[in-house]
């Protein structure tokens, strides 16, 4: 399964297409996002996928991209 996740950051933040992020990895506290590339990831999700943070951030205590893909399908 293609995930919704890694193909929004690759089209944002060209600097991760040879990147590999770890499915796992908290995309945070690891520092592969600052705020302002999360800000920007939000609301990418938001528009495109209807992401509603709130409802994430009662769901889930981290950004990963497992969590993030589960939380959109």
């Known amino acids: 399964m293609k995930s919704k996740t890694q ?3 690759k089209k944002l933040f060209p ?3 040879k990147k590999t ?3 796992k ?17 939000v609301t990418m999700l938001s528009k495109k996928y ?3 943070i ?3 951030q009662k769901k889930h205590k981290n950004f990963t ?3 993030l893909d589960s939380f959109l399908n």
């Open 15 to 17: 600097r991760f297409k």
């Open 54 to 56: 709130d409802k994430y």
């Open 21 to 23: 992020i770890k499915p």
């Open 7 to 9: 193909d929004a950051l």
């Open 25 to 41: 990895d908290d995309l945070v506290k690891k520092a592969i996002l600052d705020s302002m590339d999360l800000v920007t990831l």
């Open 65 to 67: 991209i497992d969590n």
């Open 50 to 52: 209807e992401f509603d």
